[in-house]
């Protein structure tokens, strides 16, 4: 099986008809519809890149001849050069700026359009009538405000590219054979073959390739790739398991309950899939500006011309102060208001281990008030640790803890492992141990010196004759605060007990602290019980808890904050985040998570450090604020420039009128807009996480 990437429905290779070879990879598709959107969609980035190549290499000669070296025949060169790019690589704006006129609004197409092409007109009337239009050209202009944009539209292609990488990663999980129980004997089949009430054997170390119930046998799974939780949880006959999770121990057989798109994981690839395609793509404040600004720029050098004309000027006159107009109104500074910004921004980012992508990501991120984050392996390490090791009687912490870890040496178990590790950093010496045995779900007994080691829950000491009634009290203190309890005896006498937990990152606390203090509303999401979930979201400082969620539902709280008029970041590491993270307003994911985690949010912690969630908003908010200022700027020359070039102050100024001067104005303007942007190197997180 896999996944058709236009509509993400799945695809069986064998009986697939639509497929394509691209860079020794074949990809298959569910109809020829989706094999020729495809294709469609290839040939167009294709295009697009080679434009962009095509618009830098010219506009590098063309900005050298204009401002550092002048040839014989400098214009005629200029013309040469700058053609191609107005109307090969700039086609796209004029075919954007009629289908604007058919729907009678503006874009940033028409303005694109429209100052390009004065700029580029006027040029070619100073090349070829230099008796009548004296002057400089603008060719740089129109090359330089083309190759910029078309770049821009190329990494958001690359951005959109990525879309349908995580729903690949999350089918990637799913085994493609299951080992069912035919006639008697073992079969091993297609996963798309097997069918509801079929029994699938799933030997230790296996994946479960569906969903269903235990039938028989007794083991560990490990189904922290669905839940997000570290611990393993024991499945007897009767328990459900989850197609994708892992046989940490026994054999199990189990019926098949879920098949097909029924399956937990499906379900999370559907989340996943309508999550990321059902929102509507946030509105360039430019863009909204523009249909305001365009068509006004475009009245007022009409009704220029047109005025001076009848005033009693001349032709030429009239056009110099129609063309004027335009290029002083030419969005050179709009052009590179957001994308240098967004460069800079998203380059401390990285600098300072965070990927932002792109910049509706930092859009997003301004305007967050409310953000949720996952528990395990988010706030938490997500693997358990000892936290508390407590002695009876004249026993020392450290021989419970040395006779716990004999007994756990060599367990898989997350909670043995943890045991042992500890025992380790505490230099403890751990012999070899004779007749090892492990209950599953119950503990574990080893002789040592010629007696019992029992380490275990209350069910395993009771069922080998041991009296707890001591410890009671301690055991219920630890399990109050979340922990797992383990009960050490050795002999026929408790010695004591050590707590596990899964615990907190070293900066959790200080990032909920700061958040908190910047009037975002902190929130925890977690499959755990309240109990447990309550203690954690207490030691972190987090005031509002969803606990006990299962996997597929996280995405419904987050709709449900959402709901509310919250505009909600999720962070999270998990596959079973990935749904809450598309459905997130912004989902920021932990650089230390899953690849399918990686691939949802829209912001990546490199470092694993939750102070970066702090810093990504508030760079974010830096960033958006240096727009603005950009776009201000990018304005305020055309708006004090345009009535002047209008001819307001003619004749006491006429020098203004020239387009020379309306090409400064323009310069200028972009001269203000790199140098705002350049100025956001100055930034330093509110937090220095170095």
């Not at 054979?177 to 091993?188: D, F, S, Y």
Request: aromatic residues 8%.
């Amino acid at each position: 099986m896999t996944v058709d990437p236009v509509c993400g429905m799945y695809v069986d290779e064998k009986k697939a008809i639509f497929k394509k070879d691209i860079d020794s990879k074949t990809i298959y598709f569910c109809s020829e519809n989706c094999l020729k959107t495809y294709e469609s969609r290839e040939k167009e980035f294709k295009k697009l890149r080679l434009l962009v190549i095509l618009s830098g290499l010219i506009a590098v000669p063309v900005v050298a001849l204009s401002f550092f070296y002048k040839l014989p025949y400098n214009n005629w060169i200029l013309l040469l050069l700058a053609t191609p790019v107005q109307f090969v690589a700039g086609w796209r704006f004029y075919k954007g700026m009629w289908d604007g006129l058919k729907a009678r609004s503006a874009n940033m197409d028409t303005l694109i359009a429209t100052g390009t092409s004065a700029a580029w007109f006027y040029s070619v009337s100073v090349v070829f009538f230099p008796a009548i239009f004296t002057g400089e050209t603008y060719f740089d202009a129109s090359v330089i405000i083309i190759a910029l944009v078309l770049f821009g539209k190329l990494l958001e292609e690359i951005a959109k590219g990525k879309a349908s990488e995580s729903i690949k990663k999350l089918m990637g999980l799913q085994p493609k054979t299951a080992r069912i129980i035919k006639n008697g004997k073992e079969v091993e089949i297609p996963i798309e073959n097997v069918q509801i009430n079929d029994i699938i054997v799933v030997r230790p170390g296996e994946k479960f390739p569906v969903d269903g119930i235990v039938v028989e046998g007794e083991s560990s799974v490990d189904e922290s790739m669905i839940t997000g939780e570290s611990m393993p949880v024991t499945k007897r006959k009767g328990d459900e398991v989850i197609g994708a999770t892992i046989n940490k121990s026994g054999l199990l057989r189990f019926k098949a309950t879920k098949v097909g798109k029924d399956t937990v994981l499906q379900q999370i690839i559907k989340v996943v899939q309508e999550a990321q395609t059902g929102k509507a793509p946030i509105q360039r404040l430019a863009d909204k500006v523009a249909s305001i600004f365009t068509p006004s720029v475009i009245a007022v050098a009409i009704l220029s011309g047109i005025l001076w004309f009848f005033l009693g000027q001349n032709f030429i006159f009239a056009l110099t102060i129609f063309i004027t107009v335009l290029i002083i109104a030419c969005p050179c500074a709009l052009g590179i208001a957001t994308p240098t910004a967004i460069l800079v921004g998203t380059g401390l980012g990285a600098q300072n281990g965070i990927l932002i992508k792109g910049g509706e990501a930092l859009e997003i991120a301004k305007k967050i008030n409310t953000i949720i984050f996952d528990k395990t392996g988010t706030l938490t390490k997500g693997e358990p640790s000892v936290t508390d090791v407590v002695r009876l009687g004249n026993v020392k912490e450290n021989e419970v803890l040395r006779l716990a870890a004999i007994a756990e040496v060599g367990s898989e178990h997350p909670i043995g492992e943890a045991i042992v590790k500890k025992a380790m950093e505490s230099n403890l010496t751990l012999p070899n141990v004779k007749s090892y045995q492990t209950v599953s779900g119950k503990g574990i007994k080893v002789t040592y010196l010629n007696k019992r080691i029992l380490v275990g829950n209350r069910t395993f000491m009771k069922e080998n004759g041991i009296v707890i009634t001591e410890l009671e009290g301690e055991i219920q203190k630890l399990e109050d605060e979340g922990k797992t309890t383990v009960i050490v005896a050795y002999g026929d006498k408790v010695i004591g007990l050590i707590g596990v937990a899964d615990t907190l990152k070293e900066f959790s606390k200080d990032a909920v602290q700061q958040l908190k203090k910047m009037g975002i509303g902190v929130w925890m999401i977690t499959g755990d019980n309240e109990r447990t979930a309550n203690s954690i979201a207490s030691d972190v400082g987090i005031d509002y808890v969803m606990a006990g969620v299962l996997p597929e539902d996280k995405a419904k709280k987050v709709k449900e904050l959402q709901d509310k008029g919250m505009i909600v970041s999720a962070v999270g590491d998990g596959i079973n985040d990935a749904p809450m993270l598309a459905q997130a307003d912004l989902g920021i994911a932990i650089g230390s998570g899953t690849d399918v985690a990686l691939e949802t949010g829209k912001i990546v912690l490199i470092k694993n450090d939750l102070r970066d969630v702090v810093t990504s908003i508030d760079l974010s908010k830096y960033t958006v604020n240096k727009i603005k200022q950009n776009l201000f700027w990018a304005f305020f020359y055309n708006t004090v420039g345009i009535p002047l070039a209008a001819g307001i102050l003619y004749p006491f100024f006429g020098l203004l009128l020239s387009p020379i001067i309306a090409g400064a104005a323009m310069a200028f303007s972009s001269f203000s807009v790199v140098g705002n942007s350049l100025l956001m190197r100055m930034y330093r997180p509110r937090i220095q996480t170095k």
